[in-house]
């Protein structure tokens, strides 16, 4: 299908660009480590093999703080390291009123911005400013799809008489349905002039019922294998890792079940507050905005039996199974193996910090949770016993997410001292690595054991690592759904919380009675119930 007229845009200019050879980016790419003439190593390592076809990158929402901050500098630096394959263009498309030379100016001067841009080749900024494009218009309407539509057409040429496409959703939740619509309307899902594929990002649905909606009206127009819901926790390399280090190794698999394992800790603590999101996260709260994605994700990972291939259905397959095994919560278990906070005022890194409910636009008396504790027991034969504990809050003392594995206490103590539990602790981030606590020998004449680390630093490998959403990106333009959750894996993640939410959210009083918020201050490690949660004989990693 042909959109429209061709106009007087020039169509050689866009795609024709990722031909340059990039030159070093990374400061801290050694000299002499491969690579160091030029870009990332991993991204070539990883990459050299394949590169995308032509395409262009329809980014709809593209002046809002993730396009900004996330994704053009994620997309600058992926094309800076000539990974996008040999013609490549980006359209993209907002309400606000707007030429290509402005949205050029406004592309480029948030490249300057983010903290997130590589460092730019001389000339870089200008090659990449000719890719871009803009279209505006009402997402309700017909006519903003059918600009880009004509885009397609436009790029045709230089993408070798395809028109493959990437719709990127970056826009507030309640639009993805009416954008998928309305490039469904126009036949832009089509997929006999060019593959066609839309991400989604995150949240997916407000709850089970919503995100069952979503995912049927977003296969009214595509296919499954065309939608890629987009969890960055999975684009991360340690999340990665984790797979690589369980299955790529003979020593973990015969340790990794009830037979070996206490349970398992996972962490993801921030520092920061609401960031002045308080619209976003006073609808979220804590359990949508962390916990079902993120957290669901490194858990199934961790518990996933092995797949029998590094390929989407395998890996997803797994994850599937091990979500369907955990144990359900209704609302009546909710009281026994999850717990809630807010902050307060407190300090964090010697300052004072106000609490949530001081924060810009937060309602007073706000019964949003900003930290929640749950506990996880996978009723199958690896895990039967095990429990796994899922933590997750904002302005608690550090920025650190971790995946510990704590093992079982040797069965007797021949030496003097208590026996302590050997842990196996992923750091998803930062100072990223993989670490083992083990008990060992002091010196000295006395047999007195002394628990010691052995730690793997990724940064041995002597590379910066890359940004989540460069990799999604690149997977995504590559056709490779690995690293996306699928319909069923949401699903299923959303059954698990929906008892949290429904008992925590519920209207009737003597179900859900209001939680005496704040109850943590800010800059401490959540309220005390979390730790009875985890007790008496086990406890949380000071981290
Ligand atoms: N920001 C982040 O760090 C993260 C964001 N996300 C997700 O990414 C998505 C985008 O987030 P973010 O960039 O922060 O959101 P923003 O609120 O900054 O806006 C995103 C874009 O949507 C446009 N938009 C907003 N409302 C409308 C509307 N009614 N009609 C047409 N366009 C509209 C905005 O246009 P305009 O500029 O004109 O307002 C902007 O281009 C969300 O789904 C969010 O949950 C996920 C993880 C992190
Ligand atoms: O999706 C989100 O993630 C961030 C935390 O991501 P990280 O990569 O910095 O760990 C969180 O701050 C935000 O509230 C949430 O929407």
Do not use: C
């Amino acid at each position: 299908m042909t959109h429209g007229k061709k106009t007087a845009k020039d169509a050689s200019a866009r795609g024709e660009a990722a031909t340059r050879k990039p030159r070093k980016t990374r400061a801290r790419v050694p000299a002499s480590a491969p690579g160091a003439d030029g870009h990332n190593p991993f991204r070539t390592l990883m990459r050299r093999s394949r590169a995308p076809e032509p395409a262009t990158l329809v980014i709809f929402g593209v002046t809002g703080d993730l396009a900004k901050r996330k994704l053009l500098p994620a997309v600058f630096g992926l094309w800076q390291d000539g990974l996008l394959g040999s013609a490549f263009n980006i359209v993209g498309v907002g309400r606000q009123e707007m030429t290509d030379e402005a949205f050029k100016d406004f592309a480029i001067e948030a490249l300057r911005s983010s903290k997130e841009t590589d460092t730019p080749q001389p000339g870089a900024l200008e090659k990449f400013r000719e890719l871009l494009y803009y279209e505006f218009g009402d997402f309700a309407g017909d006519e903003v799809y059918d600009l880009v539509g004509r885009e397609l057409d436009r790029a045709e040429e230089a993408h070798g008489g395809r028109k493959n496409a990437l719709f990127y959703l970056s826009t507030p939740p309640s639009l993805f349905e009416p954008i998928s619509a309305g490039l469904g309307r126009l036949g832009l899902a089509d997929e006999s002039e060019g593959w066609r594929r839309i991400v989604i990002e995150k949240p997916f649905g407000h709850d089970l019922k919503s995100a069952r909606e979503l995912n049927d009206a977003l296969h009214r127009v595509w296919d499954e294998s065309q939608v890629y819901r987009i969890d960055h926790y999975l684009g991360k390399e340690t999340v990665q890792n984790l797979m690589a280090i369980r299955f790529g190794n003979a020593i973990f698999e015969p340790l990794w079940n009830r037979g070996y394992v206490d349970h398992v800790q996972i962490t993801a603590a921030e520092d920061l507050g609401l960031e002045g999101r308080a619209g976003y996260y006073e609808e979220a709260g804590v359990v949508r905005d962390m916990l079902q994605n993120h957290l669901m994700q490194l858990f199934a990972l961790t518990a996933m039996e092995a797949p029998a291939a590094f390929d989407a259905d395998a890996i997803r397959d797994e994850k599937v199974k091990v979500l369907r095994a955990v144990k359900p919560i209704p609302r009546g278990r909710v009281k026994g193996v999850a717990v809630r906070g807010q902050y307060g005022p407190g300090t964090l890194y010697g300052d004072r910090v106000p609490g949530y409910q001081e924060e810009p636009n937060v309602k007073p008396g706000s019964a949003t949770p900003t930290y929640v504790a749950v506990k996880l027991e996978v009723d199958n034969w690896r895990w039967q016993g095990v429990p796994f504990f899922l933590r997750t809050g904002k302005r608690l003392p550090k920025k650190v997410t971790e995946i510990a594995v704590v093992f079982k206490r040797p069965p007797l103590g021949i030496f003097p001292g208590g026996l302590e539990r050997n842990v196996l602790a992923f750091r998803i981030q930062p100072d990223e690595g993989v670490s083992l606590k083990f008990s060992s020998k002091s010196p000295g004449q006395e047999m007195v054991l002394r628990e010691v680390v052995m730690d793997f630093r990724y940064d041995a490998f002597g590379a910066q690592l890359e940004s989540p959403y460069s990799r999604l990106l690149l997977d995504a333009m590559l056709g490779d759904a690995t690293l996306f959750p699928r319909e069923d894996e949401v699903d299923h993640a959303w059954q698990i919380v929906m008892g949290i939410l429904s008992a925590w959210e519920g209207d009737s009083p003597a179900d859900s009675p209001t939680a005496d918020f704040p109850n943590y201050p800010a800059g401490t490690w959540g309220p005390d119930e979390a730790d009875e949660l985890i007790g008496p004989d086990r406890r949380w990693r000071r981290l």
